[in-house]
């Protein structure tokens, strides 16, 4: 398999899983959460400062539709680290003139 | 395994920050210009995979869930410093965009679900290759232990931060057994998803995998591409 194959595989499989599994993810507290609710730690836990930001909690702000909001969230948070990979991509990826050589 | 603000104090916050800090800079620099152009473009697509996978929640015990860290997973893939990067990102993002952990937290979740997983998976995903013979179903198994080792693992530097700079009171030895314990069951779900992962690529592109590299015979040079010169 190309490389470029393998690279659309993934990006589809992690909007696949992002959009669309994560609306049927488990919304029981993570094992951090619940001990700290279980052990008292969370009652000095505050709200971070963007709590209430448009993509907080991985929803979209004003979409009604649970579903659609949820699905948007994940494609929007696949294309932002998208954009950081490519980020990731020019600073890893070795020069051109090594690469001919 | 988010931290959300309050919960520790700011000298310890700040002091992970510093940590993470350093680790980022040293993993920058050691891998400026490192990868070719079939491996450079893996690590973003390890990025936004563990992204994805981490908004999976799967159920642990009752009403406990857990997700991916995925720390050991990336390590694998890309190799320790380029891991150390890519879960920066991750869990930058998550934090930033999505408020999904704190943001004076921020250093303290890099550390434990991005630094101490990439080092502890690094190192049992060695040790365990060590012992076994170099196939690919023994780098799956390996990556599995690996992953397993890395949640717990995670879980008890939690603990010593909370240990550290707690800012309520507790009960330190319960904490240590329910949080460790129950990362135990949520090593399960990760080691699953990374030996998933792992030997999916493994089964395609073998030689995308960086933990995999020096264990399988070299693959015969292929030129696809015509060299116009």
Not at chain 1, 88 to 94: G, P, Q, S, T
Not at chain 2, 25 to 50: E, R, Y
Not at chain 2, 172 to 193: C, K
Request: no cysteine; proline share 3%.
């Amino acid at each position: 398999m190309s490389s470029k194959k393998l690279l659309v595989i993934g990006l589809l499989a992690s909007i696949v899983i992002a959009g669309f599994l994560s609306f049927y993810a488990s919304s029981h507290p993570d094992g951090l959460e619940k001990v700290s609710a279980d052990q008292g730690l969370d009652v000095t836990a505050v709200d971070s400062a963007n709590a209430d930001s448009a993509l907080a909690d991985y929803g979209v702000a004003g979409v009604e539709n649970e579903r659609a909001s949820a699905f948007l969230g994940g494609v929007i948070g696949v294309a932002i680290t998208g954009l950081a990979g490519v980020g990731l991509y020019v600073w890893l990826r070795e020069p051109k003139s090594a690469e001919t050589k | 395994m988010h931290m959300p603000d309050g919960l520790i104090n700011a000298p310890v916050s700040i002091g992970a920050g510093v940590l993470v800090a350093g680790a980022v800079a040293v993993s920058l620099k050691k891998t400026k210009g490192s990868l070719d152009s079939q491996t450079a473009p893996m690590a973003g697509l390890v990025a936004v995979f563990i992204f994805a996978a981490q908004m999976i929640n799967f159920p642990v015990a009752a009403g406990t869930s857990g997700h991916l860290m995925g720390g050991a997973l990336a390590a694998i893939l890309v190799g320790p410093w380029v891991a150390v990067l890519v879960m920066t990102v991750v869990v930058g993002i998550q934090a930033l965009v999505f408020a999904d952990g704190g943001l004076s937290a921020l250093g303290i979740n890099i550390l434990n679900m991005g630094i101490v997983t990439v080092i502890v998976g690094t190192l049992v995903f060695a040790l365990t290759m060590k012992v076994l013979s170099k196939t690919k179903s023994s780098i799956v198994a390996a990556s599995a232990i690996a992953a397993f080792i890395s949640v717990p693992a995670a879980a008890l530097a939690f603990v010593i931060e909370y240990y550290l700079g707690g800012n309520a009171t507790y009960d330190p030895m319960t904490v240590l057994i329910s949080v460790v314990g129950v990362h135990l069951l949520i090593g399960i779900g990760e080691a699953i998803i990374t030996a998933l992962t792992v030997g999916a690529i493994l089964a395609t592109r073998a030689d995308l995998v960086d933990g995999a590299r020096k264990f399988l015979p070299k693959q015969k040079l292929i030129i696809k591409d015509s060299v116009v010169s």
